[in-house]
């Protein structure tokens, strides 16, 4: 699976995150990117609420900020 599809995935996911009340676009969440480049990029792979804790290396961004890049990574391959 590229990483497009698994980005429309993730788009899903935090879209009904947001309509059930459980994040806020505002709202920090860790995210968890993939190990291998492409294209001199480091695709996202997951992310986690603030309260979890991934066992992996993660970074805080804001979702809004995370729906943005996820959008915008998945337009360019159109």
């Known amino acids: 699976m590229s ?3 698994e ?3 993730l ?3 935090i879209n009904e995150d947001i309509e059930a009340g459980v994040i806020t676009a505002a709202d920090c969440i860790k995210v968890v990117r993939k190990r291998k480049k492409v294209n001199e990029y ?3 792979a997951d992310y986690y609420y ?3 804790q991934p066992k992996v290396k993660y970074e805080e961004m804001r979702v809004c900020e995370v729906l943005q890049e996820l959008v915008m990574r998945n337009m360019m391959r159109k």
């Open 42 to 44: 480091l695709p996202i």
């Open 11 to 13: 788009i899903q996911d």
């Open 3 to 5: 990483f497009f599809a």
């Open 7 to 9: 980005y429309e995935d």
């Open 50 to 52: 603030v309260n979890s």
